[in-house]
């Protein structure tokens, strides 16, 4: 088992190299995890020192402690809760004066702080040079000069941590002087030590009354929960901060946030020399160009065309070297199951192969992710990712939406071609509540890769004079829905969410390290798998149910294996002439089709040359007369072989015709069927309503299940093609409508739970599948029946619907949308 | 609000690219003021705009060798003194 005495927690700033520094310490050996109750990551490391395992947990990365965002929350309550043997403070050594604004919180807080000024090699090149033992002096805590990307001063910071751990108690560190503040402060020290005298043995009784004074409302509650009368004392504070703030014309939070910066101002001044902090100058230079205004978006698109191109193009390229050995699985798992007979498919092995198939669907993915990660880690590290927020924001806050909107749009498919899963994941940066639900809410709306066959499907059928317009058509049309409906959800369901001001810091640009992008990519690619996986996993099982039972009756079970006996007598008859007729055993007809087909498939993989001829020489071994037939060699083996091709004709039609029936007589049959009364408003007949239906779980389905529908026997015969002589009644105004159906349709799956994971709630989960499948209807039935009801063509319809969707997102772009944060 | 004497505010959003000041007071009660306050925005700070978004909104300031952005809106609540 493992040991684990000491348990450390790194603090600090965002972009102070704190991950860097992490992963210099853990290695390896990490995991990744959710705090509970909340979206924030919680990474959690270790190594070995002193011959005992430490535990290293990786806080999330905040300006401040208070309890204003989940984040603070968490890393707070690690300190206080936890009871950690020592934390270290990593800082921006650059950045001295405000990063210690952090760090007197933490002594505050009796934290036994180890101070982590890193990335000093940075503050030296420029000019900044820091006496770290008059720091310490000043301070009353061990300082460390480091810089984890070449391991200078890690071994005097694992040397000082597992010094503190042992002497296992606070490190001392000054308090802070709050000035006239003091004499409130002291007031209130008294009366917690005298009213509620368990808090100071589990709180520091300082940081409770700065806390108090500050009006914390997550401590004024903790106190009040403890308090004899919780609501005399919440008044008295609220009178001494009132009373604080007539007398010194002062805020007391603000009070003491200044304070705080005045003597990280004093102290830094003090041991630093000489000091002139600026950014590097092509940090500067680079900004110029990239947040220009003209360059600036002139390089976005170029990013997004990179990410895009990269991703989505060329990851779709290294899933042909991916695929075989996803097929190669599942043949081996075919081999397992129980065989196939001539009509009858047992259970278990049409289960086992629908399980593995739709696990590979999404493991198919796994490549596209995985670029995709890499190249949103390397945005995330050189620090592009705020400058996208700062050049977008203008035009995203306006329908309810943030700056740090566009990545997750951008990867949900903005244009065509993306995946609502990551789009949804990749929402987790948005600090604004209301802006991040309106995001995750909205992405599954965007174009995901998944929708594109279908869209192609139709465009070919009922726009096939006007493919590049209705191809533009379906590409834009999906953002001039998204931005009004994020819009209307933030002014109506989201309206009591809370907003945060958009302040963000603009970090110097750095260069990415391969360890620590490839690191990222990896770890989120598993999250993925993990997450993603076990639920669609579950979830195939039912829909292969759904889909499957009750199924065919067993008056229509007989008629089927009458077909057979048919097509099998039919078979023996044509044989019966030739040398051959010896050779096949009616009532093991199997025997024979087994060997056909694999005497095919093996040909197939063999390819041509000696292989070809290996594969040859094994089955001449092991049949040679049944040899002769799939080698159509002399005259009886060409009849022979003409007469097994029929039969393989029959058997196919007839294991179609059964799966159509199957699904028609299955659960699903039944809902697509008995949902027609709706759907026909809408243009859609009880077939596509069963498309429609399995593209629940996953929107490739829908093409699939389509595909199934519309199966017929003539070899070659394109899906568009069959589709269109099946429904002879269908016209433009069908397909569009369907297509709009498409664009709105609610989540798949995989991007449900990413909805449900990253909005914190099974309710939200639920919401957004129910309002796109209302929105859905509604557009479609008013695309169908109005066209239809106002005489209007497809293509006409589509155009007056475009012009529509514009109109709405002009105007709901000029609707204000209020922050809830005051000014006076 | 006066726009004469004593009480004409100046505020960070009035500020344009290239244009230097003090900052005076945070007026915000709330979230807002809090977090001007953990991005380091303080009074006696001495605060540079840099430039503005290609949409003119959000802004980018310079405060102490490090940058921040932010919208119009939030500088409103952020009191400046030329110098």
Same mark, same amino acid.
């Given at each position: 088992?493992?040991?684990?005495?000491?348990?450390?927690?790194?603090?600090?700033?965002? $972009?102070?190299?704190?991950? @860097?520094?992490?992963?210099?310490?853990?290695?390896?050996?990490?995991?990744?995890?959710? =705090?509970?109750?909340?979206?924030?990551?919680?990474?959690?490391?270790?190594?070995?020192?002193?011959?005992?395992?430490?535990?290293?947990?990786?806080?999330?990365?905040?300006?401040?402690?208070?309890?204003?965002?989940?984040?603070?929350?968490?890393?707070?309550?690690?300190?206080?809760?936890?009871?950690?043997?020592?934390?270290?403070?990593?800082?921006?050594?650059?950045?001295?004066?405000?990063?210690?604004?952090?760090?007197?919180?933490?002594?505050?807080?009796?934290? #036994?702080?180890?101070?982590?000024?890193?990335?000093?090699?940075?503050?030296?090149?420029?000019?900044?040079?820091?006496?770290?033992?008059?720091?310490?002096?000043?301070?009353?805590?061990?300082?460390?000069?480091?810089?984890?990307?070449?391991?200078?001063?890690?071994?005097?910071?694992?040397?000082?941590?597992?010094?503190?751990?042992?002497? !296992?108690?606070?490190?001392?560190?000054?308090?802070?002087?709050?000035?006239?503040?003091?004499?409130?402060?002291?007031?209130?020290?008294?009366?917690?030590?005298?009213?509620?005298?368990?808090?100071?043995?589990?709180?520091?009784?300082?940081?409770?009354?700065?806390?108090?004074?500050?009006?914390?409302?997550?401590?004024?509650?903790?106190?009040?929960?403890?308090?004899?009368?919780?609501?005399?004392?919440?008044?008295?504070?609220?009178?001494?901060?009132?009373?604080?703030?007539?007398?010194?014309?002062?805020?007391?939070?603000?009070?003491? %946030?200044?304070?705080?910066?005045?003597?990280?101002?004093?102290?830094?001044?003090?041991?630093?020399?000489?000091?002139?902090?600026?950014?590097?100058?092509?940090?500067?230079?680079?900004?110029?160009?990239?947040?220009?205004?003209?360059?600036?978006? *002139?390089?976005?698109?170029?990013?997004?065309?990179?990410? &895009?191109?990269? !991703?989505?193009?060329?990851?779709?390229?290294?899933?042909?070297? @991916?695929?075989?050995?996803?097929?190669?699985?599942?043949?081996?798992?075919?081999?397992?199951?129980?065989?196939?007979?001539?009509?009858?498919?047992?259970?278990?092995?049409?289960?086992?192969?629908?399980?593995?198939?739709?696990?590979?669907?999404?493991?198919?993915?796994?490549?596209?992710?995985?670029?995709?990660?890499?190249?949103?880690?390397?945005?995330?590290?050189?620090?592009?990712?705020?400058?996208?927020?700062?050049?977008?924001?203008?035009?995203?806050?306006?329908?309810?939406?943030?700056?740090?909107?566009?990545?997750?749009?951008?990867?949900?498919?903005?244009?065509?071609?993306?995946?609502?899963?990551?789009?949804?994941?990749?929402?987790?940066?948005?600090?604004?509540?209301?802006?991040?639900?309106?995001?995750?809410?909205?992405?599954?709306?965007?174009?995901? /890769?998944?929708?594109?066959?279908?869209?192609?499907?139709?465009?070919?059928?009922?726009?096939?004079?006007?493919?590049?317009?209705?191809?533009?058509?379906?590409?834009?049309?999906?953002?001039?829905?998204?931005?009004?409906?994020?819009?209307?959800?933030?002014?109506?369901?989201?309206?009591?969410?809370?907003?945060?001001?958009?302040?963000?810091?603009?970090?110097? =640009?750095?260069?990415?390290?391969?360890?620590?992008?490839?690191?990222?990519?990896?770890?989120?690619?598993?999250?993925?798998?993990?997450?993603?996986?076990?639920?669609?996993?579950?979830?195939?099982?039912?829909?292969?149910? /759904?889909?499957?039972?009750?199924?065919?009756?067993?008056?229509?079970?007989?008629? &089927?294996?009458?077909?057979?006996?048919?097509?099998?007598?039919?078979?023996?008859?044509?044989?019966?002439?030739?040398?051959?007729?010896?050779?096949?055993?009616?009532?093991?007809?199997?025997?024979?089709?087994?060997?056909?087909?694999? =005497?095919? $498939?093996?040909?197939?993989?063999?390819?041509?040359?000696?292989?070809?001829?290996?594969? $040859?020489?094994?089955?001449?071994?092991?049949?040679?007369?049944? =040899?002769?037939?799939?080698?159509?060699?002399?005259?009886?083996?060409?009849?022979?072989?003409?007469?097994?091709?029929?039969?393989?004709?029959?058997?196919?039609?007839?294991?179609?015709?059964?799966?159509?029936?199957?699904?028609? $007589?299955?659960?699903?049959?039944? %809902?697509?069927?008995? /949902?027609?009364?709706?759907?026909?408003?809408?243009?859609?007949?009880?077939?596509?309503?069963?498309?429609?239906?399995?593209?629940?779980?996953?929107?490739?389905?829908?093409?699939?299940?389509?595909?199934?529908?519309?199966?017929?026997?003539?070899?070659?015969?394109?899906?568009?093609?069959?589709?269109?002589?099946?429904?002879?009644?269908?016209? #433009?105004?069908?397909?569009?409508?369907?297509?709009?159906?498409?664009?709105?349709?609610?989540?798949?799956?995989?991007?449900?739970?990413? *909805?449900?994971?990253?909005?914190?709630?099974?309710?939200?989960?639920?919401?957004?599948?129910?309002?796109?499948?209302?929105?859905?209807?509604?557009?479609?039935?008013?695309?169908?029946?109005?066209?239809?009801?106002?005489?209007?063509?497809?293509?006409?319809?589509?155009?007056?619907?475009?012009?529509?969707? /514009?109109?709405?997102?002009?105007?709901?772009?000029?609707?204000?949308?209020?922050?809830?944060?005051?000014?006076? | 609000?006066?726009?004469?004497?004593? +009480?004409?505010?100046?505020?960070?959003?009035?500020?344009?690219?290239? +244009?230097?000041?003090?900052?005076?007071?945070?007026?915000?009660?709330?979230?807002?003021?809090?977090?001007?306050?953990?991005?380091?925005?303080?009074?006696?700070?001495?605060?540079?705009?840099?430039?503005?978004?290609?949409?003119?909104?959000?802004?980018?300031?310079?405060?102490?060798?490090?940058?921040?952005?932010?919208?119009?809106?939030?500088?409103?609540?952020?009191?400046?003194?030329?110098?």
């Amino acid at each position: 088992m493992r040991q684990q005495k000491t348990k450390i927690g790194l603090a600090g700033q965002p $972009n102070s190299g704190k991950s @860097t520094l992490f992963n210099a310490l853990t290695g390896a050996r990490q995991h990744v995890a959710n =705090y509970p109750g909340v979206t924030v990551e919680k990474k959690i490391g270790w190594y070995a020192g002193n011959g005992e395992n430490v535990e290293v947990v990786d806080l999330p990365g905040t300006y401040s402690l208070t309890s204003y965002s989940p984040e603070e929350q968490v890393a707070r309550d690690f300190i206080l809760r936890e009871d950690p043997s020592v934390v270290i403070n990593v800082m921006d050594a650059s950045n001295l004066k405000r990063c210690l604004f952090l760090t007197f919180q933490l002594m505050e807080m009796q934290a #036994p702080v180890v101070l982590a000024l890193n990335m000093i090699d940075l503050a030296e090149k420029r000019g900044i040079s820091i006496d770290t033992q008059k720091l310490s002096g000043l301070l009353g805590i061990s300082v460390v000069a480091t810089n984890m990307k070449t391991g200078r001063g890690k071994k005097e910071l694992l040397d000082t941590i597992s010094a503190l751990a042992d002497t !296992s108690g606070s490190s001392g560190g000054i308090g802070l002087d709050y000035g006239e503040m003091e004499p409130f402060l002291r007031d209130i020290e008294s009366r917690v030590l005298a009213e509620t005298p368990q808090l100071p043995a589990a709180y520091p009784l300082r940081w409770l009354a700065v806390k108090l004074m500050e009006g914390d409302s997550e401590v004024i509650r903790l106190v009040a929960s403890v308090h004899p009368s919780p609501e005399d004392f919440t008044a008295d504070i609220e009178r001494l901060r009132a009373d604080f703030e007539s007398r010194f014309d002062e805020m007391p939070e603000i009070h003491i %946030a200044n304070r705080r910066y005045q003597e990280a101002d004093r102290i830094a001044r003090s041991c630093m020399s000489p000091g002139q902090a600026r950014r590097l100058s092509w940090s500067d230079r680079i900004d110029k160009v990239v947040c220009h205004r003209l360059m600036g978006p *002139v390089v976005l698109v170029a990013v997004i065309w990179l990410l &895009y191109y990269l !991703s989505i193009v060329q990851g779709y390229n290294v899933t042909n070297y @991916t695929w075989p050995i996803l097929a190669k699985i599942r043949s081996w798992v075919e081999v397992l199951l129980p065989g196939a007979g001539f009509i009858e498919i047992p259970v278990m092995r049409a289960f086992g192969l629908w399980f593995v198939d739709s696990i590979n669907a999404l493991l198919n993915y796994i490549p596209i992710f995985f670029i995709l990660f890499a190249l949103i880690a390397i945005l995330e590290d050189s620090g592009y990712m705020p400058r996208m927020a700062f050049i977008m924001d203008r035009l995203f806050s306006r329908y309810g939406l943030h700056g740090q909107s566009t990545l997750p749009m951008v990867l949900g498919g903005i244009y065509v071609g993306g995946c609502a899963v990551p789009g949804v994941m990749a929402c987790k940066a948005i600090p604004d509540e209301r802006s991040r639900l309106a995001t995750i809410l909205v992405i599954p709306l965007l174009n995901c /890769l998944a929708k594109v066959p279908l869209y192609v499907l139709l465009i070919n059928i009922y726009f096939a004079s006007h493919k590049a317009w209705a191809m533009f058509f379906i590409s834009t049309i999906s953002l001039l829905l998204v931005l009004p409906i994020s819009k209307i959800l933030t002014l109506t369901v989201l309206k009591k969410r809370p907003t945060s001001p958009f302040v963000m810091e603009m970090p110097p =640009y750095h260069v990415p390290t391969v360890r620590g992008v490839l690191t990222r990519a990896v770890e989120r690619v598993w999250l993925f798998v993990r997450k993603i996986t076990t639920i669609v996993a579950a979830v195939a099982v039912v829909v292969f149910i /759904l889909m499957r039972f009750p199924g065919i009756s067993e008056e229509r079970m007989a008629h &089927y294996q009458e077909e057979k006996h048919k097509a099998v007598s039919s078979f023996i008859q044509d044989i019966e002439d030739t040398d051959y007729a010896d050779a096949i055993d009616p009532d093991n007809i199997m025997d024979f089709v087994r060997y056909w087909s694999g =005497y095919k $498939n093996a040909r197939l993989g063999a390819g041509g040359g000696d292989a070809a001829k290996a594969v $040859n020489e094994r089955f001449r071994e092991k049949d040679p007369e049944l =040899y002769e037939i799939v080698t159509r060699q002399g005259k009886d083996g060409m009849i022979a072989y003409r007469a097994a091709r029929s039969l393989e004709r029959s058997r196919k039609q007839l294991l179609m015709d059964m799966k159509n029936e199957q699904i028609h $007589n299955s659960f699903l049959g039944w %809902a697509g069927k008995s /949902l027609e009364p709706v759907t026909r408003y809408a243009g859609f007949n009880w077939r596509v309503n069963v498309a429609l239906l399995s593209a629940l779980a996953a929107k490739e389905s829908s093409v699939a299940t389509l595909g199934a529908l519309y199966e017929s026997d003539e070899r070659g015969e394109s899906l568009e093609k069959r589709m269109a002589s099946k429904e002879t009644g269908f016209t #433009p105004l069908h397909g569009l409508s369907l297509m709009l159906f498409m664009v709105l349709y609610p989540p798949c799956l995989a991007a449900a739970i990413a *909805v449900k994971i990253q909005a914190g709630g099974t309710r939200w989960m639920l919401f957004s599948i129910g309002y796109s499948m209302v929105l859905a209807l509604g557009v479609a039935v008013a695309v169908f029946s109005g066209g239809r009801a106002l005489g209007f063509s497809g293509f006409q319809a589509m155009w007056i619907f475009y012009g529509l969707a /514009l109109t709405l997102t002009v105007v709901m772009g000029l609707v204000r949308n209020r922050p809830d944060f005051d000014v006076i | 609000m006066a726009i004469f004497g004593k +009480d004409w505010k100046m505020t960070l959003d009035q500020l344009k690219p290239g +244009d230097e000041a003090y900052v005076e007071k945070l007026c915000s009660r709330d979230r807002l003021g809090r977090r001007l306050m953990d991005m380091g925005v303080y009074p006696g700070l001495r605060i540079r705009v840099i430039r503005n978004a290609p949409l003119e909104d959000p802004m980018e300031v310079e405060l102490d060798g490090y940058y921040i952005s932010l919208r119009h809106e939030e500088a409103r609540a952020v009191e400046i003194a030329c110098k």
